[in-house]
Each structure stands twice: as C-alpha cells, then as structure tokens.
C-alpha cells in the first residue's frame, strides 16, 4: 500500500464511521465513503483487545500486504476495523474473508 492510499487523522475516521454504513464479516467491520476525487484510500484499526504490540502489527501487516495486491476501484474511502475472532485465524482465511468482503462492496476491480 502507499502512503498516498493511507487513512491516519482520527477525524477522518471519524467522518467515515459516523456518516456511513457499515459492513461485517467474519474477522472485520468495513465502512466505506465514496467521493469524487480520483483515487482511494484505506484505514486500518487494531485495538488492543487483539492482543499485545507485536500481534496488533503483525495484523496490520498481513492486512497491508492483502490490500496491496488487488487492483480498486476509485473514488472511495474505506476503513477496516479488525474483530476479535482475527485471533483464531490464519493468514489463508483472513485473506479470504477480506476479498470477499472487498467484492461485496464493489471495491475491486472485476478482471
């Protein structure tokens, strides 16, 4: 993911959570924004209920590394709030669950 595509000011969560719908899964909480500018951005949130420092990033990383090798649609903001049940899952059907979640709303490109 490049840091053009990053989500990190907390009123910009804010503004997305609260004027949006959101989507469950199995592993995450999805809301997505859709705007007229040319490109898309993605927020990622692990609270600590995941577990110490080191899992939360390993999450962070395992869900930059899934994001990073699908190609997007445009024009929207998207913001991946991780549930606790991510703790019993491997990387395999945490990518799964994703995609699919990503497909559902339309985020992904169809090929």
Do not use: P, T, W
Request: hydrophobic residues 35%; charged residues 35%; contains cysteine.
């Amino acid at each position: 993911m490049k840091k053009i595509n990053i989500i990190k000011k907390s009123q910009d969560f804010e503004k997305i959570i609260k004027n949006n719908k959101s989507f469950r899964s199995k592993y995450f909480y999805i809301y997505k924004r859709n705007h007229e500018e040319n490109i898309y951005h993605f927020g990622l949130s692990v609270g600590k209920k995941i577990g110490n420092a080191v899992r939360r990033n390993k999450v962070k990383r395992q869900l930059r590394e899934i994001i990073s090798k699908n190609d997007y649609q445009k024009n929207f903001d998207c913001i991946i709030i991780v549930r606790r049940e991510i703790n019993d899952a491997d990387f395999q059907s945490i990518q799964e669950d994703l995609n699919n979640a990503l497909k559902k709303l339309l985020l992904i490109k169809e090929k």
